[in-house]
């Protein structure tokens, strides 16, 4: 038997719109609310404002603040005057004029709901300490929106209030955030989402994933930051937030952007721009505008920038957003420049620098326009001291971070300024002072934990004497710069620097990618001829080193995507087809004061080994090694009794790495799987056997132990990285091991082969054992196998091991 459905009470629809806005089902309780008004709005008046106020909040939500305003244009019945209508009434008025910048209404709406919420609503005063909270947020009172949002938290906590324990963890985050403490921000973030995804809130699970990109993208780390960005764009989508999915589209445009992928940032913004248009998203807009004209004067079409600037310059006439404005201003400041109206590009950068309000990042940015300002209008001094202004706000900025991940970071954002202070420098011919201020962006964070102050490493270097460092380690030394516009490599001899230009990164990351992938691939790329082998060798080694005496050492500091790449397999045509290690002794460092520092004065050591390895397999993903109880014996037998400690098997814990008093040691060796983290370079670990819950010593566990190690070698798979950093390079195994003080750190770029391993390690140890220096000691194992009639004379047998030079 059937029969008509009757409509649920009040309470449970209420209940159930409450928790399908809780879960992010933003849309559909929307309308639901809204067909709940109508339907009481005659029969049950106390009932309908019930629902009206709750359909107000998710138009605030929903970016709709106006719409909301106009719904509680009226007051509701007196009867309701001393209720909880009325409290949660005068919030929402609070929250929408916040939401329109009304921010002294916005204030005397929530005195008034706290006041009215009192004790008797105690689940309301936590809210409505939230929404306090977050107008003081944005109006920049950080220092009282963070205590605000604490009571809120205590609050919430002590009445069991998960929804609003998320979303004061996510404000707290926001409070952290734009005060440019983006590791801090990052904790409160992943607190919030915790909370949430475990509470199913969809809706503040999309704004804090978000708000970690942003987060993420601030510090520089693109990666993640992209990643972030998708995923909030793609929980805003799926729950009707539509300013929400705007926002992070745009800022996933912002990530192609900084990563030179015009292209695909343009799509970005051009497809956010017209969903801004279809709902007057006027901020939005804006920030579209402007990123349209930033590309616009990458393409140097100046016509179309204007366009777009002067559109966006209409936009924000009379705003007060205190990061949009700053920044359309910026933009036109930039354009002028295009169009060398030279005083009111000045104008404009020099207003930014002085408003005290601009966040760090544009700060830096405008000082480094107006430096390039003063260069075009041929004012020369007064361009150094702004490029050098710019280059200590943003030293200044990365000092103040303390978490070691972000660090690494922090400089992939603020990379161009050194790129164009650099190519400045070198157009007025200053090639060795272009030199010193790519040094002073190289192993930041390295050279910090290993002692080097801030006083020598700002413009100019205390000491910097490349050519007498070159001397004392008896090299050549090829220091690489690879910029959007121009790159360079210097080549120091004992004798004097020469600059030598080169192609765009963008010309050289193709071949790069194409040739590492060749290496790792099934076909002998000396026997094909491989044409980007032999154009890299063209490129970046040639014309830099013309001839050099057979067996010359040379030390390359690589740039942003030469850290992936082995300069030994590099192709030479003459007088017959070569691998470039057949010419040269070739070792990595990651800056030239390091590179110093390592040349004078280090003592030498014991002489004893530590050796780690062939673990208990601890998991399917890393299977016992074959051969790798072969190694070990090995490279025993090249020490004395005395002169080694073995933990072996069972006992190869990292436990009994870092309570081995590793400081001890000349030489440290692992045998063992190891992994590299892309999204988290620090987690890159030596896989060990299980103690515990653990069974890896991870990079950042590493980092903790100071060593005085002449030599570190991890026979593993990618002990050197896979995730290279502007500025510091390639993070991973190998980095966490300089970082601790090895002097020399032998690493894999990718996967180590388990029967050719032995055998060069072996004939490494022995070299050793005769006094050769590492790094020739590593040449000659490898020409063993290359210049062998066996199948390991591939490079992908002999090539993925490297040496890196530290202090």
């Known amino acids: ?18 928790q399908k806005s809780q879960h992010g089902e933003i849309a559909h309780a929307l309308q639901e609310a809204n067909a709940e008004d109508r339907r009481y709005s005659t029969k049950d008046p106390e009932w309908a404002w019930r629902f009206r106020v709750l359909e107000a909040q998710l138009l605030v939500v929903q970016g709709k603040p106006r719409d909301a305003l106009d719904l509680l244009s009226d007051e509701p019945p007196p009867s309701l005057a001393g209720t909880d209508v009325a409290v949660r009434r005068k919030m929402v008025l609070g929250l929408a004029h916040d939401f329109s910048q009304e921010f002294t209404q916005a204030e005397k709406d929530l005195a008034d709901a706290q006041q009215l919420a009192g004790s008797r609503y105690p689940d309301l005063l936590a809210e409505i300490l939230l929404s306090r909270g977050t107008v003081e947020t944005d109006e920049a009172k950080y220092t009282e929106a963070d205590a605000t949002f604490h009571e809120a938290l205590a609050l919430a906590r002590d009445k069991h209030l998960v929804s609003v324990q998320s979303k004061v963890l996510g404000s707290l985050g926001n409070v952290t955030m734009w005060q440019e403490r983006y590791d ?25 994933l978000g708000n970690m990109g942003w987060s993420y993208f601030s510090m520089g780390d693109f990666e993640n ?91 924000i006439r009379g705003s007060q ?62 361009a150094d001291g702004q490029f050098q202004r710019s280059l200590g706000t943003i030293e ?67 000491g910097f004497q490349p050519t007498k460092t070159a001397r004392a380690l008896g090299s050549t030394i090829l220091s690489y710069w690879l910029g959007a516009r121009h790159s360079y490599v210097w080549v120091i001899t004992p004798e004097r620097i020469r600059l030598i230009a080169l192609p765009p990164a963008g010309e050289i990351d193709p071949l790069v990618r194409s040739y590492r992938s060749a290496l790792t691939g ?71 004061v390091l590179l110093a520092a390592s040349a004078h004065g280090r003592e030498s050591r014991t002489g004893k080994l530590l050796l780690i390895g062939d673990p208990v397999s601890s998991s399917d993903d890393f299977p016992k090694l ?52 892309r999204t988290s370079p620090l987690d890159s670990a030596v ?67 388990d029967n050719s391993t032995p055998q060069l390690m072996n004939r490494f140890y022995a070299e050793l054992s005769r006094g050769t220096p590492a790094d020739t000691a590593l040449r000659d194992a490898k020409l063993a196998l290359l210049h062998s009639d066996s199948v390991y004379k591939k490079p992908f047998y002999w090539a993925p091991f490297q040496i890196y030079r530290g202090l």
């Open 321 to 382: 957003d205190h990061f949009l404005v700053p920044y359309s201003r910026l933009i036109e400041g930039r354009v002028e420049e295009a169009a060398k109206n030279y005083g009111e590009a000045e104008r404009l950068f020099d207003g930014l620098m002085r408003d005290k309000s601009v966040g760090t990042s544009l700060q830096w940015e405008a000082e480094a326009r107006l430096g390039e300002v003063y260069a075009s209008a041929g004012k020369v001094e007064r």
């Open 396 to 462: 200044a900025a990365r000092s103040s971070v303390k978490a070691e991940q972000f660090r690494l970071s922090f400089l992939s954002s603020a990379i161009s300024v050194y790129s164009d202070y650099i190519d400045l420098l070198v157009s007025q011919g200053r090639a060795g002072d272009a030199l010193e201020i790519a040094e002073l962006s190289r192993a930041r964070t390295l050279a910090d934990g290993l002692g080097f102050s801030s006083a020598k490493l700002s413009f100019p270097i205390r």
């Open 225 to 315: 930051a992209l990643s972030y960005f998708k995923q909030a764009e793609d929980a805003s989508a799926r729950s009707g937030l539509e300013r929400g999915e705007i926002q992070w589209l745009i800022n996933g445009g912002n990530v192609h952007y900084e990563q030179n992928d015009y292209p695909s940032a343009e799509a970005a913004y051009q497809k956010a721009l017209i969903l801004a248009r279809k709902i007057d998203y006027e901020t939005a807009m804006t920030e579209c505008l402007d990123n349209l004209a930033q590309i616009a004067l990458e393409k140097g079409q100046l016509d179309s920038a204007r366009s777009f600037s002067n559109q966006a310059m209409e936009l």
């Open 184 to 208: 801090e921000a990052v904790d409160w973030y992943k607190a919030s989402l915790q909370v949430s995804q475990a509470w199913g809130a969809k809706d503040a699970s999309a704004t804090t």
């Open 522 to 592: 099934p076909r002998d790329v000396l026997e094909s001829g491989n044409s980007a082998g032999r154009k890299l060798y063209q490129l970046l080694v040639g014309p830099a080193l013309g001839t050099l005496p057979r067996g010359s050492r040379v030390i390359v500091i690589p740039d942003g995507s030469l850290f992936q790449l082995n300069f030994e397999t590099l192709l030479v045509a003459d007088p017959t087809p070569h691998y470039w290690i057949d010419d040269a002794t070739i070792a990595e460092a990651n800056s030239l």
């Open 626 to 677: 074959p051969q790798a109880e072969s190694e070990m014996a090995q490279i025993e037998g090249h020490f004395p009794d005395s002169e080694r400690t073995v933990f072996s098997n069972s006992a190869a814990t990292a436990a009994a790495y870092l309570n081995s008093h590793p400081e001890g040691f000349s030489f440290i060796h692992f045998v063992a799987h190891g992994t590299a983290s």
């Open 687 to 753: 896989i060990l056997t299980k103690e515990g819950d653990s069974y890896k010593l991870y990079a950042r566990d590493i980092i903790t132990k100071p060593l005085h190690a002449d030599l570190v070698t991890i026979s593993a798979c990618h002990g050197a990285g896979e995730r290279t950093y502007s500025g510091e390079g390639l993070v991973g195994l190998s980095w966490a091991f300089l970082h601790a003080g090895a002097h020399e750190v032998i690493s894999a770029l990718w996967e180590v082969d």
């Open 1 to 18: 038997m059937s029969g008509c459905r009757s409509a649920p009470p009040p309470e449970t629809a209420y209940h159930e719109i409450l």
